[in-house]
Structures are given as structure tokens and as C-alpha cells.
């Protein structure tokens, strides 16, 4: 186990703590780079259609986006495919997040809207009075 120079146990750990960690940690994948296959501009006149169901019906998973979908006719929307391909494309341009829920040991995705503006229904907090005294470190560095 020891070598003549006594590093062999060192270098074994060094090799292995190098497989594993390079190993374990996956590159995300770039949704900037998904393809919708469809023009700029058609995909963005979807993106808009699904944006507006997402937002008007809450957190959705999959199937109950596809089926808002169908229902409102999105012009060039062919297939469950298309769509879940748009969706990753929407997430790419930080229109959309999904979420994860657990459900006992089951997870549920749901596809929500980013937030457009900082929550602003929260109360402005109070600011507190000044006193009217000074404070004592203001009063220490005048005495000096």
C-alpha cells in the first residue's frame, strides 16, 4: 500500500475525490439555445397565447396547459410536443419558472409566470421618529 516515497494512498485519494466530483456535477442545460422550430415571429405570438393561459389560470403542470391551449385555438400549436418545446423556450427568456411540489413521495412541475414587478401590495413601512436628543456617539465626538 505505502510506496518507496510514501504518497501512493495520497494519490489514489486525490484521483478518486477528482472522478467523483467532476462526475456528480452536471452542467444545466442552456434553454437560451432551444430552437422552437417555428419563425421569431410566430413563436413569440405563442409564447404570448401560453403566457396569458399560465397567468390567467394559475400554476399549471403539462397537461392542464395543453388542454387550455386546445381549447383557445393558438394559431400554429401542433402537437403536446410543439408546446412543451415552447414552454422551454419561454423558460429560456425568463417568461415562465416551474415549480416543484411534492406530493407525499411524489413530485408535481407546474409552469408559473415570473413576477413582472417587485410585490408592491406589501405596506410601506413606517419610519420611525427621530428623538430629538442627539445620539450619544454624535455627542462624544463633539465633546472632543
Request: proline share 8%; net charge positive.
Amino acid at each position: 500500500m505505502w510506496n518507496n516515497n510514501g504518497s501512493s494512498l495520497l494519490k489514489k485519494t486525490t484521483m478518486m475525490m477528482r472522478h467523483f466530483s467532476s462526475s456528480s456535477r452536471k452542467r444545466a442545460p442552456n434553454l437560451r439555445k432551444i430552437n422552437p422550430r417555428v419563425p421569431y415571429q410566430e413563436a413569440a405570438s405563442m409564447a404570448e397565447g401560453l403566457y396569458g393561459i399560465i397567468k390567467t389560470h394559475g400554476p399549471l403542470n403539462i397537461g392542464n396547459a395543453w388542454n387550455y391551449a386546445k381549447d383557445s385555438g393558438i394559431n400554429g400549436l401542433s402537437s403536446k410536443t410543439h408546446m412543451k418545446l415552447l414552454l422551454k423556450w419561454m423558460q429560456g427568456r425568463h417568461m415562465l419558472k416551474q415549480i416543484c411540489n411534492h406530493v407525499g413521495s411524489n413530485k408535481k412541475f407546474l409552469l408559473t409566470t415570473l413576477p413582472s414587478e417587485p410585490q408592491e401590495n406589501q405596506q410601506p413601512s413606517i419610519p420611525e421618529p427621530i428623538p430629538n436628543s442627539k445620539r450619544p456617539s454624535q455627542n462624544r465626538k463633539q465633546k472632543r
